[in-house]
Nanobody
Framework: QVQLVESGGGLVQAGGSLRLSCAAS????????MGWSRQAPGKEREFVAS????????YYADSVKGRFTISRDNAKNTVYLQMNSLESEDTAVYYC?????????????????WGQGTQVTVSS
């Protein structure tokens, strides 16, 4: 089994920054690409960012390009999401996700494993 646990969410003012972390445990060899999605109240879950195993490929939703940066530390089995210039529209529950080795769906937010989510609230 794979467990993904997010941390780092909270309340921040518009224009501020937050860094989310997601630690993987269990059968971590079953995870290759990783990423983040989010779900705002009353909306469907949407892709935010993803990163390949080697960090050589990174993908972002248009809405966060230039503001968010995804990174990972494979030695710690952890993926990060640095969020800068936050806007009220970024308010959502943020979910960490992981994909099996060889899966290509991560480029558009299709993953095999999901965390429980962490709340990010941006006040205007």
């Amino acid at each position: 089994q794979v467990q993904l646990v997010e941390s780092g969410g909270g309340l921040v003012q518009a224009g501020g920054s937050l860094r989310l972390s997601c630690a993987a445990s269990g059968r971590t060899f079953s995870i290759s690409p990783m990423g983040w999605s989010r779900q705002a109240p009353g909306k469907e879950r949407e892709f935010v960012a993803s990163i390949s195993q080697s960090s050589g490929y990174r993908y972002y939703a248009d809405s966060v390009k230039g503001r968010f940066t995804i990174s990972r530390d494979n030695a710690k089995n952890t993926v990060y999401l640095q969020m800068n210039s936050l806007e009220s529209e970024d308010t959502a529950v943020y979910y960490c996700a992981g994909g099996r080795p060889g899966s290509a769906g991560y480029k558009s937010g299709i993953f095999d494993y999901w965390g429980q989510g962490t709340q990010v609230t941006v006040s205007s």
